[in-house]
């Protein structure tokens, strides 16, 4: 979203851009991270195809680092826009990790997008008539969730490490400040069940394929329990983007936490190379995204029509 948001308004404020991606279709997050059931990919088709009558060139199975190389890429190119977003996944380090049945969120959700979208005839992590367990509370859990009674799960179970917050403000959490409140999502209301203050310990299986999860709930006596379950779903959140290859061809500097480090126009250490959403703000929101595509782009074309280069390619 922060790419093809920047390229939309570079492109209305006349430069000749090129978008590249490296999945079969445009979308990122949106079209392989979200469920159809929370946002419909003919939105985002839609948008595309208007992208792309106004004179936005689109290229797939763009493997940027390889081919193109980075450093082809700004050789070839006025300016160059980073939005690889932060999709390096925040790992669960205990015994068992490397059992079969075990999940990252988003090889999940993406192989079933693909499915969904006529990419694929079938997904590989299928849950029909499995006990799921999904570890993490958020966004990402519950599109999961949702996904998971879609296939048919004989049971789905979403456990978060900190405590159920109330179900009202509490008097150290007043309006403005965002309300630190119990909710549920569209796909907790259609069914599964939810868990809090339960720190998972180890996990245990039979001729390498995973049966149990075992851990400790943390507002009480620590004992450990035992949950049964023949797929867990890591939900735990990202740290960051994949920034190894980013940083060899280019030199751009990194922030402490690994995401880009930018300026106050969005501009990394490398001229010319600007940086928006999650590869420089790490895991956030889509319309951050968006509102930052559509700020880098100002200050783009600023760097394109005040520089000496005589082209206009970004």
């Known amino acids: 979203p922060g790419g093809l948001a920047a390229a939309a308004r570079l492109n209305r404020l006349g430069h000749t851009v090129t978008v590249f991606e490296a999945a079969a279709r445009p979308g990122g997050l949106m079209r392989y991270g979200i469920p159809d059931f929370k946002l419909g990919k003919d939105v985002l088709d839609r948008r595309l195809a208007v992208l792309v009558a106004e004179g936005v060139e689109i290229k797939c199975h763009a493997d940027v680092g390889r081919s193109p190389t ?35 969120a988003m090889d999940y959700l993406t192989a079933q997008n693909r499915v969904v979208g006529g990419e694929a005839e079938a997904t590989p992590f299928s849950v029909r008539g499995q006990r799921v367990v999904i570890l993490g509370g958020g966004d990402t859990g519950s599109d999961c969730l949702g996904t998971a009674l879609r296939q048919g799960a004989a049971s789905v179970t979403q456990i978060e490490l900190m405590p159920a917050p109330p179900a009202a403000r509490a008097a150290t959490n007043p309006w403005p400040s965002w309300p630190l409140v119990f909710r549920t999502s569209s796909s907790q209301e259609e069914g599964g069940a939810r868990e809090f203050a339960f720190r998972t310990t180890a996990l245990e299986g039979e001729g390498g394929q995973l049966t149990a999860l075992r851990g400790v709930r943390v507002d009480g006596d620590g004992a450990e329990i035992k949950i049964p379950v023949d797929t867990l779903i890591l939900a735990l959140g990202f740290t960051g983007p994949e920034t190894a290859t980013l940083v060899e061809q280019t030199g751009v500097q990194l922030a402490p936490n690994g995401t880009v480090r930018v300026t106050s126009q969005f501009e990394t250490s490398v001229t010319g190379v600007f940086c928006v959403g999650d590869a420089k703000r790490g895991a956030s929101l889509v319309v951050w995204a968006i509102a930052e595509g559509r700020d880098a782009a100002v200050h783009v074309d600023r760097y394109l029509t005040t520089s000496s280069r005589s082209g206009r390619r970004a």
């Open 70 to 104: 980075w450093d082809a890429l700004r050789r070839s190119h006025d300016a160059v826009v980073i939005a690889t977003g932060a999709a390096r996944p925040r790992e669960l380090a205990v015994p068992g990790r490397d059992l079969r049945g075990v999940v990252l």
